[in-house]
């Protein structure tokens, strides 16, 4: 994020903040109504699994939003395939209102028993329960675009109050031409590090993944999409926190997308192969579909325009007939890059 600072335009914005007027708002009654709210992402080779939940209207007092009983059925090309069946799981939380207390609650999902998705068709899912208007969306899940080639660098980088080490990717791939494509790149991360008490005839390497995730950095003007206004000028431009982009720029050519991840941990900087320790990423270019894209590029910007003085809030995307949610659909290339060896004879996994 670019920061820019400025005494006359800060000292402008307080004035301006110091002097703002209250408006009151009348809400729209449409705005309010009971509506449910549908949320599914799916890919190939996947059986289909949806949420329902119902929306919650600013003068309400309603707490729970899912619903474990509404009818959800599935269509494939216009063919009704099935109804989904409901799912429910029971998990547990720390109340962090309540030292000590848990808080039991219950996650309710509709899946496909057998229905799996596939490239090329179209999907439909129509919800219906007492109190609602019926509500259907749809999606046709794009074909993966392959990646050519990835080339990879370290890089450490020593500063004043902070040591890191930054994962250089070079991720060439070929766009499909004349036709509109959006991008999503996805990180996983799997590390393998020496236990504390492991000692040289007993060596132990525990193995953790950490979720998915597009948490990187980069210059490469194909993740921007910032708008010049005021907002940009003082606080900076808004950060593309799910990796997404369009293919605007790149239309039909050969591209080589440029990004890294930062890592802040010591660890890193004692890296010991010889005794088993590994790092392995797997970079994913997702073909993500347009109503995916737009939604996930909603959410970010909402977020940054989030109290900002000449900013209207962003409203997030929405794809639901008669109610409101998203259903998209992605695919997915993928290339692994591994430092280090997994696994390694003589070495003790946990």
């Known amino acids: 994020m670019k920061i820019v600072h ?14 703002a007027c209250e408006e009151e708002i009348i809400l729209d009654n449409e705005l309010i109504a009971p509506k449910l709210v549908i949320n599914s992402f799916i890919q190939p ?18 707490l729970s939003t899912e619903i474990a009983n509404a009818t959800v059925v599935l269509y494939e090309d ?59 969306t749809e999606t046709t899940i794009p074909k993966p675009v392959e990646i050519i080639s990835i080339d990879t660098f370290t890089v450490y980088k020593i500063e004043e109050w902070w040591t890191s080490m930054n994962y250089h990717f070079k991720l060439r791939f070929k766009d499909p031409a ?53 907002n940009n000028y003082i606080f900076g431009s808004s950060w593309n926190e799910y990796g997404i982009f369009s293919d605007e720029l790149i239309n039909g050519k050969e591209y080589e997308l440029n990004f890294h991840r930062s890592v802040g941990y010591s660890d890193d900087f004692e890296f010991q192969p010889d ?40 409203p997030i995307y929405n794809n639901v007939e008669n109610g409101l949610g998203i259903f998209g659909s992605f695919s997915s290339s993928s290339v692994g890059i591994m430092y280090g060896e997994y696994p390694m004879e003589g070495i003790e996994y946990q």
């Open 275 to 314: 005794k088993g320790e590994f790092k392995e990423f797997t970079i994913l270019l997702q073909s993500i579909t347009y109503d995916m894209f737009l939604y996930l590029k909603s959410i970010d910007l909402q977020e940054y325009n989030d109290d900002m003085p000449f900013t209207e809030p962003v």
């Open 45 to 62: 080779d996947s059986l289909i699994s949806v949420k329902i939940y119902r929306n919650i209207p600013i003068n309400s007092s309603v």
């Open 178 to 230: 004349e036709e509109a494509n959006y991008y999503r790149i996805v990180i996983k991360e799997k590390k393998g590090s020496l236990m504390e008490y492991a000692i040289e005839d007993s060596l132990k390497i525990f193995v953790y993944e950490q979720m998915a995730d597009s948490y990187f950095n980069s210059d490469d003007p194909i993740f921007s999409f910032e708008t010049e206004d005021a």
């Open 78 to 136: 216009g063919i009704k395939k099935e109804q989904l069946k409901m799912h429910s799981t029971i998990y547990e939380q720390m109340d962090y209102n309540n030292p000590g207390e848990l808080i039991v609650d219950t996650l309710y999902r509709y899946v496909s028993e057998n229905t799996y998705a596939a490239f090329d068709k179209k999907y439909k899912i129509e919800v219906s329960q007492s109190g609602f208007e019926t509500t259907s």
């Open 6 to 19: 400025h005494s006359i335009v800060l000292l402008t914005l307080l004035a301006f903040l110091f002097t």
